[in-house]
């Protein structure tokens, strides 16, 4: 079964950049199509960041499009997640998963997810 | 956007009852619906794709149903351990939505 874990800091500051990495065990990066990032702020409901396909296209939440970018490396069975500018409003847990798309799209499985905070 | 608008945001029921949460989306969106289920610490799990396919392991008092605007969870003889959130999704379009939970307490 394969399992996805999300890995970063836990604090950064405003207008700076965030930086997580997604591991994949259990199987190999290259067995699935898409990878994507969710997120949910505190008391709030989850939000779709943004998707990565295995030829390296991307598709973004327009909300975020202008500050994010995801990206891959197969050899390292790794994705990865850059949102910039942050502020207050970009503190959550975000989630790492995988997309399948057999035969209508869904999230499965998730990672666990890591807390953010954005503060000075 | 598609906005996906959840009912009810708790929900307080004993073991053994039957529970159904609904989830209404602002345009149709075909069968295109998911359920996932949020414990505490714990990975998001898929519990049923396209309104009512449940996923493998799922137990089957977990049950979907709708289509169009209108789709509804339910679970039949709750148990201790499906005390958790859960969340629909859109997947007709992009972005991909979420409804804003529902947390069922046992």
């Known amino acids: 079964q394969v399992q996805l874990q999300e890995s970063g800091p836990g604090l950064v500051k405003p207008s700076g950049t965030l930086s997580l990495t997604c591991t994949v065990s259990?199987?190999?990066?290259?067995?699935?199509?898409?990878w994507t990032w969710v997120r949910q702020s505190p008391g709030k409901g989850l939000e779709w960041i943004g998707e990565i396909y295995h030829s390296g296209g991307t598709s973004y939440n327009p909300s975020l499009k202008s500050r994010v970018t995801i990206s891959v490396d197969k050899s390292k069975n790794q994705f990865f997640l850059n949102l910039s500018s942050l502020t207050a409003a970009d503190t959550a847990e975000y989630f790492c998963?995988?997309?399948?798309?057999?035969?209508?799209?869904?999230?499965?499985?998730w990672g666990q997810g890591t807390l953010v905070t954005v503060s000075s | 956007d598609v906005q996906m608008t959840q009912s009810p945001s708790s929900l307080s029921a004993s073991v053994g009852d039957r529970v159904t949460i609904t989830c209404r989306a602002s345009q149709s969106i075909g069968g295109y619906l998911n359920w996932y289920q949020r414990k505490p610490g714990k990975a998001p799990e898929l519990l049923i794709s396209a309104t009512s396919h449940l996923q493998t392991g799922v137990p089957s008092r977990f049950s979907g149903s709708g289509s169009g605007t209108e789709f509804s969870l339910t679970i039949t003889s709750l148990q201790p351990e499906d005390c958790a959130a859960y969340y629909c999704q859109q997947s007709y379009t992009t972005p991909y939505t979420f409804g804003q939970g529902t947390k069922l307490q046992i």
């Open positions: 259990g199987g190999s990066i290259t067995s699935y199509n898409w």
């Open positions: 998963a995988i997309r399948t798309s057999s035969p209508t799209i869904k999230f499965d499985p």
